[in-house]
């Protein structure tokens, strides 16, 4: 086994403290040995299985992982392109389903140069894009943008999972989020959209600003204010409009929450978005109870047990994506 390919398979297969993981980056980025270099990050990439590294849902592992190799794939043709480019996209994602990194950037090489930015199960990445809008992404979600992003008059990206948007106004340039059945355009706003499979629902929540909501299907439009929610039900096909507390919908992109003497319906909110669940408060149940908490990184466990130590509710995890609070 050669010194670069020795490196390579010890980093990937080994725990490494921090500096040597720092080290690691930096060697991995260098243009010394680039070819050799991406040629064993492929290999890698090729024979990559997470399902033997960690526990994973079987279903959505084979489901996102199909994906994401489809959206690697390099044409034929394509011209390689220096390490930096391309090899540390793979080596970013093969770290990435391996050592658990937080985030990452994968470049598509095909015709298109579409970028696609990612973030792990239970992590959050913030980015900027080419315009110099930030994006926030939440836990498991996709961003995807082509290189001519910002040209012909036209800002487009598409989302599948949760984020927060806080647009660069550019009045020749309208924002666009396009999502399964809705599509957002804004000028320059903040605002927070969400397509997530498992829940069936895709919806939209201003912050400030202004957006408008178009139904791909039924080219019908909605113009949002501040503190409205959009929401498209897969289920019932129906599209609702409804006043809500904006701050409660995108509180997420911090990396803590001070309940101050707030209610139980309003926590329930935030921890849907912090932790990528929904939350059903049974009719036993009084959603107008206070209470206080400031809530860090703990476990979703070590959160409901704060919640039934304060109420004196139960809370029950249903499944992976659904608690039950109840008497």
Known sequence: MNLVRKIIHTYLFHPMPDRVQEHFRSWILDKEHAREKESVLREEWDRLDPAEVFTVDERSYRRKLGRLHREMHVAP?????????????VAAAVVVLLMGVEFFV?????????TWLVTAENSKGRFTLPDGSTVWLNADSRLAYRADFAENGHRRVRLDGEAFFDVKRDTLAPFEVTMDELQVR???TRFMASHIDDFGIEEVTLQSGSVEVEHLHSQERIRLVPDQNCTFDASTGLTTVRNVVADNYC???????????MTLGEIAVNLEHWYNIRIRIESDVDPSVRISFTLRPET???????????THYHCLQIDKHHISIRK
């Open 77 to 89: 043709k394509a011209r390689l392109i220096t390490l930096s480019r391309r090899a540390a996209a």
């Open 106 to 114: 994968v470049k598509h090489l095909a015709a298109d140069s579409t």
């Open 186 to 188: 804004v000028l320059g």
């Open 251 to 261: 509180s997420w992109t911090g990396d803590s929450i001070v309940f101050d003497n």
């Open 300 to 310: 979703l466990d070590e959160t409901l047990r704060i919640i039934e130590n304060l």
